[in-house]
């Protein structure tokens, strides 16, 4: 069973989802200090209105480029479904999110652009589910997505199976908690100004400045929630994840994942 492939319709359009959510992330940093940096708190609406179209056209691209059908799409529902209702499990209690092992070895499965889907997906169905709609939710959505697709990019992913993937995933679980806690801290750090001068963001502040800050914030506010992370997502991918991997690899075969199509003559 191979991973989806990405094709040069599905790389184009997962560039373009993600330039844009590395500008949504990263722009307040080069923004000058009269910006008004908190009033774009509101925008949040816009960045989640462009959003769902450039996942649709992740879809489609990775339809046109594989040949995947309705049954792809059934089980990205399937996933993103079973992914919603992991979060809650933990609540974000001290760090304790079980839903990014299930991400993480979806993503290495399906591959790249359907992982990045069913990250996104995953993380409105589950805003949904949970009341937490917010400013942050595309933020939420971008990252998540960012996530399973960096599963889908590992290498090995038609040759390397058994103790040694789950190893390979397990530290790419544990280095992609603690990446998601930072890029999700840049979101809100921006707009928190104010605090200690040492942790604060400052517009218009030279940007060695404020990275400085920001690495100080996420020392003192968040490592404590990130780290916890990366250990549940480690833990269940060590024990879980060679079952769930096979689970999934079986239900791609069945659904035909890259099937040649063959007519047969009467």
Request: one cysteine or more.
């Amino acid at each position: 069973m191979r991973a989806v492939r990405l094709g040069p319709r599905s790389v184009a359009a997962l560039a373009l989802v993600s330039a844009i959510g590395a500008v949504a992330f990263g722009w307040p940093l080069f923004a000058p200090g009269d910006s008004g940096i908190t009033t774009h708190a509101a925008d949040a609406p816009w960045l989640f209105a462009a959003l769902l179209p450039l996942l649709l056209a992740v879809v489609v691209a990775t339809i046109a480029d594989t040949g995947l059908d309705a049954k792809a799409v059934a089980m990205l529902g399937v996933l993103a479904a079973a992914g919603a209702a992991l979060r809650p499990l933990g609540a974000g209690t001290a760090g304790i999110e079980p839903m990014f092992f299930l991400m993480v070895l979806s993503g290495r499965v399906l591959g790249p652009g359907f992982g990045f889907v069913l990250g996104a997906v995953s993380m409105f169905a589950s805003a949904l589910l949970t009341g937490g709609v917010g400013p942050w939710m595309p933020f939420q959505m971008l990252a998540m997505g960012w996530v399973a697709m960096g599963a889908g990019l590992l290498p090995g992913a038609a040759r390397l199976r058994g103790r040694a993937e789950t190893l390979l995933l397990a530290g790419y679980g544990a280095v992609a908690s603690v990446a998601y806690g930072t890029v999700m801290n840049l979101q809100g750090w921006t707009l928190m100004q104010g605090m200690a001068s040492g942790i604060s963001y400052v517009p218009g502040d030279p940007l060695d400045e404020n990275l400085a800050r920001f690495v100080a914030y996420c020392l003192a506010t968040s490592l404590g929630w990130d780290l916890p992370r990366a250990v549940v997502t480690m833990v269940l991918t060590l024990t879980l994840g060679g079952a769930i991997l096979k689970a999934l690899r079986r239900a791609t075969r069945r659904a035909a994942f890259e099937a040649p199509v063959a007519f047969e003559g009467r």
